[in-house]
């Protein structure tokens, strides 16, 4: 798995980038891959940085399916408000996890939306100089997957939420 934080920040970790960049990656992320993930993180808060309602602005989680060269990666995003940045501006985060096999998600217990459910997975602010990081291993909730209690109380049926989902 890959990472990439994308940011505003004054220095990112590309020599002579600032503004919105990454500012970290995992070590040993293929160069011509940085690109396609930036191009992932787009954000429009709903409600303007200098105002009380900011910290009211949604969190974006997503999970695509991304063709590379004759692979298909799986990238894990989440992109939310992030304050305002060093010059004072509106600001975002975009964090992606990116698999390179579908096994390697697939180990993971609950899959995507478990990816998702465990904050430790994600950044939601950054403030530190740019840096690579190091390879590691998602985590997922304990139990992300139960029975519907609720569909079986109103169907009789549990099997009914999966059909919605």
């Not at 399916?65 to 004759?70: I, Q, R, T, V």
Request: aromatic share 10%.
């Amino acid at each position: 798995m890959f990472e990439l934080i994308h940011t505003s920040a004054k220095q990112g970790l590309i020599a002579n980038r600032s503004g919105f960049c990454s500012v970290a990656w995992t070590e040993g992320i293929p160069s011509n891959l940085i690109a396609p993930i930036e191009n992932l993180s787009s954000y429009q808060p709903l409600y303007a940085a200098h105002t009380p309602e900011a910290k009211l602005n949604p969190v974006c989680f997503a999970y695509r399916k991304c063709g590379y060269g004759s692979r298909t990666l799986r990238v894990v995003s989440r992109i939310g408000f992030a304050g305002v940045d060093y010059s004072g501006r509106s600001n975002r985060i975009a964090h992606h996890l990116i698999f390179e096999d579908c096994e390697e998600l697939d180990a993971v217990p609950g899959g995507a939306v478990a990816v998702c459910l465990e904050s430790t997975n994600f950044r939601s602010g950054w403030n530190e100089e740019p840096k690579l990081l190091a390879p590691r291993r998602p985590r997922s909730v304990a139990n992300p997957l139960g029975i519907a209690d609720a569909w079986k109380r109103l169907t009789g049926d549990p099997g009914w939420a999966g059909v919605v989902a």
